[in-house]
């Protein structure tokens, strides 16, 4: 069955029809469009896709050339900070300095048809990732499910998709050129500064603003992705298997429902054909519906559940199918805040059976479907993933609601399991605590951090925290 | 490695587009630079050029009138907010007022209100 139509469908209809009068019942906003207000006239303020980071920077640059860029950081003042295109919920984008933009450091540099490699800059968004390499013949591997960041925001925090064989993004990083605290331009790779590269291929933006990266790509592919629902239980009973059977296998678990939402994709076959619409509003009904009927005294939560599992359970599957990088990418049009760990993959079923658990017992008012992923581990020394598997979930709560107690009621399960927290999503995690979940090589990131930059000139008031700067 | 050419295909085909775009919208008098063509490529297009987003659409006035309507001023404060599916800045973190009135003037056809009026481009 379908993710996003199922609840367009029968399941709005039925379901606001009846309770339609109820309506309004449920959390009111409680947090404003935009943290700093502007009229006309005012210094543009920098604020992140989700509306809960911001700042007003001295000074904003946006380089075209690497030669511009490495002036800028040869003379920037106070504290300097690089920016993509805003995606991440953590505050490692504000200053109040210096905010270097990369948006013009965008696009394809050079690629090699025979090692499937090219070098994009590091300001391209994903988005555009596609389109590129498709005209040279090549395609990333995997991606994630939406494709809004630039490369270099997604790649400094490890950003991932889905998949027990594939790597984070940042796993396919063959070479990269950093830009320094020094305004020194270092080239890295395995083979050339190859202590620089474990740390820069995820660094959050600590070491300098990456310029350019090559990544190893493979052919292009078509993918045929079906969306459908099934028994929460069957789902986790049979994970194994079904990670196994599908090139990229995720779940969304249904906070009060006995459903879970599957998405299983696969190299396209001849004959598959598109079937139903990917609806990026579905999740604003699910909340309609969720509002309409928790409320209600003693019954409340259990109805939910009922008319959800009644409605999901006569819905088909929905069907796209298409070039890799577009069926990958969903469009995210309801804004949310997102908070997501990585636990030991073998531990994700027993975390998100007891996240399901205490949203329950507690009756916290969260409706937003729960992201469950798997990973394959990487060496990268502060990759969610390094040294092994990860099952990544994550928290979503609606961007006009406040998150912070629902958060904070989650957050200590993923600290039982030892999860680890995604670098830019919400997470109260800071040093003392995050020197022991990656005890392996938090000590050789920090001696490569002061190398480059003794000063602390990429140090924001979230880095020094992350950092204990 | 093969090495790209400095202005990539794809920001050569959006200048077509929006070429033929200007030249069929008389009201249209946004003179956008290279650099202002960049951002709006990188940022506006995503889903202004993108109908299954749900955004207005470049080129459909339609879809504009309203938002037109509103002023300079009211479509600015909403752009650097962010309104409905709309993120703060539209994305473009590297925008300053002025670039942000450019692509306002680019992707609505609201007239430049810095050339004064009846001034030919």
């Known amino acids: 069955m379908k993710r996003r139509q199922f609840i367009k469908g029968s399941l709005a209809i039925g379901a606001t029809a009846t309770f339609g009068g109820m309506a309004g019942c449920g959390p009111k906003s409680t947090e404003p469009q935009t943290p700093i207000p502007f009229k006309s006239g005012d210094p543009v303020p920098w604020v992140n896709w989700a509306g809960n980071q911001s700042c007003l920077p001295k000074w904003r640059h946006a380089p075209a050339t690497e030669d511009q860029l490495l002036e800028i950081l040869k003379s920037a003042k106070g504290n300097v900070r ?285 409706s937003f479907p729960i992201e469950f992923r798997y990973v394959k581990g990487d060496d990268i020394w502060l990759s969610m993933f390094e040294g092994q598997d990860g099952c990544s979930i994550s928290i979503h709560q609606y961007g006009d609601l406040d998150y912070k107690k629902i958060f904070a009621e989650i957050e200590p399960i993923f600290w039982k399991y030892g999860g680890r927290p995604h670098w830019g999503k919400i997470h109260t995690m800071k040093a003392p605590e995050l020197v022991k979940l990656y005890s392996r090589h938090w000590q050789d990131f920090q001696d490569v951090r002061l190398s480059l930059d003794p000063e602390g000139k990429f140090m924001n008031t979230h880095l020094k925290d992350i950092f204990g700067v | 490695m093969m090495h790209s050419n400095k202005i990539n295909s794809r920001l050569m085909a959006l200048l077509r587009i929006t070429a033929l775009f200007l030249s069929v919208v008389s009201a249209v008098s946004a003179q956008p630079n290279q650099r202002q063509m960049q951002l709006f490529s990188n940022n506006c297009l995503q889903c202004h050029a993108a109908p299954h987003t749900g955004a207005p659409q470049l080129g459909n006035q339609e879809h504009w009138q309203d938002i037109i309507d509103q002023g300079e001023d009211i479509i600015l404060k909403h752009v650097v907010e962010g309104i409905g599916g709309m993120p703060p800045l539209g994305y473009c973190s590297a925008c300053d007022e002025q670039d942000l009135r450019q692509l306002i003037y680019l992707i609505t056809g609201l007239p430049d209100s810095t050339i004064p009026s009846g001034e030919s481009l």
């Not at chain 1, 636990?343 to 949203?359: F, H, K, N, S, Y």
Request: hydrophobic share 35%.
């Open chain 1, 82 to 366: 690089a920016v993509g295109a805003g995606h991440s919920f953590s505050a490692v984008v504000p200053t109040n300095d210096t905010l270097i933009s990369t948006d013009l450091l965008s696009g394809l540099v050079s690629h090699n048809p025979k090692t499937l490699q090219a070098t994009l800059r590091a300001g391209t968004r994903l988005n555009a990732c596609g389109p590129i390499l498709e005209s040279i013949g090549q395609a990333v591997p995997n991606m994630p499910d939406m494709d809004y960041p630039s490369l270099g925001g997604a790649l400094a925090n490890s950003v991932h998709a889905t998949g027990v064989d594939f790597k984070s993004m940042s796993g396919y990083i063959e070479s990269l050129k950093l830009a320094t605290a020094k305004g020194d331009l270092i080239e890295c790779s395995a083979s050339q500064n190859p202590e620089i590269f474990q740390a820069a291929k995820t660094h959050v933006g600590s070491l300098g603003v990456i310029t350019e990266y090559t990544l190893q790509n493979q052919k292009t592919y078509d993918l045929t992705e079906v969306n459908g629902v099934e028994n929460l239980e069957y789902v986790f009973e049979n994970m194994d298997a079904l990670c196994k059977q599908n090139r990229h296998f995720e779940c969304f678990l249904i906070p009060y429902s006995s459903e879970c939402i599957t998405v299983s994709t696969n190299f396209a076959k001849p004959g598959d054909k598109n079937e139903g619409k990917d609806d990026p509003y579905a999740v604003n009904t699910l909340r309609s519906v969720f509002e309409s009927t928790s409320w209600i005294p003693l019954v409340g939560d259990d109805l939910y559940g009922f008319t959800l599992s009644q409605a999901l359970a006569s819905e088909a599957a929905t069907i796209r199918t298409g070039a890799s990088y577009k069926v990958f990418a969903h469009t995210r049009i309801v804004r949310f805040r997102e908070m997501e760990y990585t636990v030991p993959a073998e531990l994700g079923i027993a975390c998100g059976r007891e996240i399901l658990d205490t949203i329950k017992k507690k009756k916290l008012p969260l």
